[in-house]
């Protein structure tokens, strides 16, 4: 299996991975951070599936309706070709948005008479238990889940068995967690999947997206769009678990949670999209998420409803994404302490003071919120901490985490000035004193960059946002020598890697997608945007054919790893493609 041949469905309840066999390999039901109803992306052989394609097997060419969620599946077998039609509802329903907990699958002939095959077997979460059937006249019941689960069909029941059968007319199959569909399907199936294209296709034209790369900042915002948690607000950072980083690694991990680092950075790429709903809901996720917790003793990520049972636990009997396991559960990281989220927190919610959209979240307590998290910021700089990158060895002063404690305090004198003028001065002086313990601590004059950590050697591609943070002009030397010296040392194959140095696990053997974005938006900052554009030109490549992009790019072979899709490189599309076009009025 590989991710290029993956499509993603969803509606911001719950999302699924179809394989371009026309089975859905993954699906967690009723949320993103559920257990899994259909697994063989981590299975192959025992994992749940949902399978409509050709009698005789092979592969179909997939593409997504345009500027939509909707995925197609385009079949040609001997006997004649057929699409499936894959989606979950969502539209404008009674003024509020209609997000059901439903999958439907429409399998349309296109010429002759095609034969195909469908097969539903689900499974009961981490245990892989076969739940009992029940037939009706129209659906099959299956027991044993959290919450009734059905499929609905005007399929012959007869041959849902995996049998082949021709397809002569225009079929519907609706998976439902919940309440059951009591309608009859081809009217139903037909509204909803009108009302969800056209959804989608107002969604994109409200869209803000830049002259250059626009298919690719179109899909990268659909993406992201379908990696916000409706109900609460939240983002999570992936829709899977424990797809490894690199073959053979053991770095598998669950990224299907809310990391209160992505959420400055997610905020940031709806801003430049110009949706507003989407940054208000996920605010008001951090503001819930921060007033949990009176001491600030946040935790990194959380579960897309703010709990923090987040304990990690490897899988017995789970072989792993193409057997390359091991397959976790939670993640430790939320133990760890990383400074750098108290900046990136102070980032995500200083636009409730600048942005007068946000007025009706102005308070009191927001404002002390704000300045606790900046004091907080203030107070750990030079503290050792797991960082950016969660190393899982000894913990050092780190110093991207310094950047963005410099962040807080610089963004807390901002806002300060507007309607706290007694405290600008003390977080004007703060930021200042963080400004020279960066510059003192991490500037290694003999590599001529900015280093990981305060006294060390080794290179960190996330002090790329050096340049785009604004801790000095950009025009200073030590700037411009930083992003020349990670760009030379940490790049390979034109790919930029996190770092070189073995975190645990050994040395990275694969690059890291988001900074290679982070590298473009550098050399846009410092005025190479030509340079910027080649390099956004080239990293395009790794785009699977839908447009959706991973964690990691192995350079060697030109496949994607890790979790996927991965929102934190689909938000780096973004701003990559901002910093790197020209506007409207340079090319109108």
Request: hydrophobic residues 40%.
């Amino acid at each position: 299996m590989q991710l290029e041949h993956l499509g993603l469905v969803g509606n911001c309840q719950f999302s699924a991975l179809v394989e371009r066999t026309g089975s859905v390999v993954w699906c967690c039901l009723p949320r993103f951070d559920a257990e899994p109803v259909f697994s063989t992306l981590l299975d192959e052989k025992d994992g749940g599936y949902f399978h409509a394609g050709p009698a005789d097997g092979g592969q179909g060419f997939q593409r997504y309706l345009e500027n939509t969620n909707v995925l197609e599946t385009r079949f040609e077998t001997d006997s004649g070709t057929f699409r499936v039609l894959d989606f979950a509802p969502r539209f404008e329903q009674y003024s509020r948005p209609f997000r059901p907990t439903q999958l439907y699958r429409i399998l349309e002939p296109i010429t002759g008479t095609p034969r195909v095959r469908v097969r539903c077997e689900p499974k009961l979460g981490w245990s892989k238990t076969v739940p009992v059937s029940l037939q009706g006249s129209h659906h099959i019941r299956y027991e044993g889940f959290a919450s009734p689960l059905r499929l609905t069909t005007d399929i012959p029941l007869s041959y849902l068995g995996g049998q082949g059968f021709t397809l002569t007319k225009r079929l519907h199959l609706v998976l439902t967690w919940g309440a059951p569909i009591e309608e009859p399907l081809p009217p139903l199936c037909d509204r909803f999947l009108n009302e969800t294209i056209r959804y989608w296709q107002t969604w994109v034209k409200r869209c803000s997206i830049p002259p250059h790369y626009q298919q690719e900042v179109i899909r990268s915002a659909l993406v992201l769009k379908l990696h916000c948690f409706e109900d609460t607000g939240a983002i999570v950072a992936a829709m899977t678990t424990s797809i490894p980083e690199a073959p053979n690694s053991g770095r598998t991990w669950d990224y299907r949670y809310c990391w209160l680092r992505d959420a400055f950075y997610a905020l940031d790429a709806f801003r430049l999209l110009g949706h507003f709903e989407e940054r208000e809901n996920f605010t008001n996720y951090l503001l819930n998420v921060a007033g949990g917790a009176p001491n600030l003793e946040l935790a990194p990520l959380y579960r897309v409803d703010g709990g923090t049972d987040l304990a990690e636990a490897v899988l017995e009997g789970w072989p792993g994404f193409n057997g390359d396991g091991p397959v976790r559960v939670g993640n430790a990281a939320a133990r760890h302490t990383q400074n750098d989220i108290f900046g990136e927190m102070v980032l995500a919610l200083t636009p409730i003071f600048v942005d007068d959209r946000y007025a009706a979240e102005r308070s009191p307590t927001t404002l002390s919120l704000l300045e606790r998290l900046a004091r907080r910021a203030i107070a750990v700089v030079g503290s050792p901490d797991a960082g950016i990158w969660e190393y899982r060895t000894e913990w050092r002063p780190q110093t991207f985490s310094t950047l963005m404690c410099w962040a807080a305090a610089d963004r807390m004198a901002k806002i300060a000035k507007i309607v706290a003028p007694l405290a600008e001065g003390e977080f004007r002086r703060a930021a200042a004193t963080i400004a020279e313990t960066i510059i003192g601590a991490a500037w290694d004059k003999a590599r001529q960059s900015f280093v990981a950590t305060h006294g060390g050697q080794d290179l960190d591609a996330s002090l790329l946002q050096v340049a785009t943070l604004g801790l000095l002009p950009k025009t200073d030397e030590r700037l411009v020598k930083t992003v020349e010296t990670l760009q030379r040392e940490l790049s390979q194959d034109g790919w930029m890697y996190r770092y070189r140095q073995d975190d645990g696990f050994g040395k990275p053997s694969v690059a890291f997608i988001i900074c290679s974005f982070w590298l473009v938006e550098a050399l846009a900052a410092i005025g190479r945007t030509d340079e910027a554009s080649q390099v956004l030109d080239r990293l395009r490549r790794a785009l699977s054919p839908l447009g959706l992009l991973s964690e990691d790019f192995e350079t060697s072979t030109g496949r994607m790893w890790g979790n996927f899709p991965q929102a934190y490189s689909h938000v780096g599309l973004i701003h990559a493609a901002f910093a790197a076009s020209p506007t409207w009025s340079e090319v109108a």
